[in-house]
């Protein structure tokens, strides 16, 4: 899945990702150690809008590799970061650790060491956390919809299995992990219904990498990773994009998510796009524009 997931994007059009051919940009900061252990999964990137200010109110930004990769936040700012600093965010793309490198809940907890470090560090690094907003794309769609459905959630036990979800990682404990608006595309978010809009997945999926075994033998783990299941009335606002054609992430997860989002109030708009894939046609400058939108109608509430 990390291949296919990656190849497809970098196929969007000729160019680069998202298929807009977009030049190289380095961040302003670059490399932060978000948790300062030296591990290159805790390092983010941090990108400033060329429009001066004083301070910058922030999106965390997730890449996509079905959890599989330890080190790919450069392509989160290629994929997705450039609309969100012309729009006049600060962005910071993090790292996180791969499912090879530890299992769940370890990825969400570098998700929100990253964002108590951002709190924590503001003033170093120019920004308004009065308002953080989260995306991600595929296995970081899923990462940034789990951040939003669990603000303010320390654990959380399902049948005989209680998972850890805030973690004790970094220096920054002091400081609330909490985000306030949600672009989830093309997330993998009900691991019950991944096989064909019904069923688990075999022991060969990402998810069972995630997990640690065949998500069949594992019914309480399956439900602790997929982020509909904590969804509440209570909570950042969601905006779901997801590609008709996507063959990698099944159509219908951005369905069922959005459908339990309304029922809590909590769902700004679904997405679906026509002939949209895993990335390609579903990265486009309409759907950009609309993920700027609500983040920015989101941030002014603050």
């Known amino acids: 899945m990390v291949m296919s997931c990656c190849a497809m994007l970098m196929q969007a059009q000729p160019g680069g990702f998202g298929g807009f051919g977009r030049p190289a940009v380095d961040p302003q900061f670059k490399n932060v150690d978000y948790v300062g252990d030296g591990i290159e999964a805790h390092q983010m990137d941090i990108y400033l809008p060329e429009k001066k200010q004083d301070k910058y109110k922030v999106i965390v930004a997730i890449y996509g590799s079905a959890w599989f990769s330890n080190n790919m936040k450069g392509m989160t ?8 600093t012309d729009a006049g965010f600060a962005v910071a793309c993090i790292n996180h650790r791969s499912s090879g490198d530890a299992k769940f809940p370890a990825q969400i907890n570098d998700v929100k060491a990253a964002i108590r470090f951002l709190r924590a560090n503001a003033a170093k690094y120019q920004l308004d956390t009065s308002f953080i907003g989260i995306t991600g794309f595929s296995s970081g769609g899923h990462l940034a919809s789990m951040a939003g459905v669990t603000n303010g959630m320390k654990t959380r036990t399902v049948g005989t299995t209680t998972v850890d979800i805030e973690g004790t990682l ?3 404990l002091s400081f609330s992990s909490d985000v306030d608006a949600v672009a989830d595309w093309f997330g993998p978010v009900d ?12 022991e060969k999926s990402p998810e069972a990498a995630l997990i640690g075994g065949a998500p069949a033998d594992m019914p309480d783990m399956i439900s602790l990773i997929s982020p509909i299941t904590y969804v509440k009335e209570k909570g950042p606002r969601f905006i779901v994009f997801h590609g008709e054609a996507d063959n990698v992430v099944p159509h219908c997860q951005g369905v069922y998510f959005s459908e339990e989002l309304k029922k809590a109030g909590r769902l700004e708009t679904f997405v679906s796009v026509p002939e949209g894939q895993h990335g390609p046609v579903t990265f486009n400058e309409n759907s950009f524009k609309q993920m700027t939108d609500f983040f920015l109608k989101e941030a002014a509430k603050k």
């Open 191 to 202: 691991m019950a219904r991944m096989n064909n809009c019904e069923k688990v997945n075999d």
């Open 77 to 84: 700012y290629f994929s997705l970061g450039k609309p969100l």
């Open 170 to 172: 970094g220096n920054c």
